[in-house]
């Protein structure tokens, strides 16, 4: 490939990747309209259920219905890494790896790889403007 080859390549490359980013945004604030108008929807049918004591409703236009969704969070991560294991519940943690954090531990100890740990690295491209 000639140097006069790679030029064009990057410059095509910049220009796809403004296009897509431009569009990405076009997008977005259409879409975080339509979001808006859906929340407020889902407000006021939660309330026509709350106002009528209802848990779903049948329309000829389709059914809505209510439920609980709970979510959990930690503010003392500390704390509850130590409830963790005082009560034996590593469930209470997704099972993802911190890729941060492993990389950093590799890289201070390279003899030391925990047994079932894979590891997949791939050469990527990174475009920047002059």
């Known amino acids: ?5 790679a030029e064009k390549m990057t410059s095509a490359y910049i220009k796809i990747r403004a296009e897509r980013s431009a569009l990405s945004a076009k997008f977005k604030a259409e879409d975080d309209k339509l979001v808006r108008q859906q929340d407020v929807l889902k407000r006021a049918l939660l309330d026509y259920c709350e ?3 209802l848990e779903s409703v049948r329309t000829s236009a389709g059914l809505f219905f209510r439920s609980t969704k709970t979510k959990y969070w930690t503010s003392d991560w500390e704390a509850m890494h130590k409830f963790i294991l005082e009560h034996n519940v590593p ?5 993802r790896l911190n890729t941060s954090n492993i990389k950093q531990f ?13 590891i997949d690295k791939e050469y990527v491209i990174s475009v920047r403007k002059k």
Request: glycine content about 8%; charged content about 25%.
């Open 51 to 53: 106002n009528h004591g």
């Open 106 to 118: 590799l890289e201070e100890n390279p003899n030391t790889v925990p047994d079932g740990l894979n």
């Open 91 to 95: 469930e209470f943690l997704d099972k």
């Open 1 to 5: 490939m000639s140097d006069a080859t």
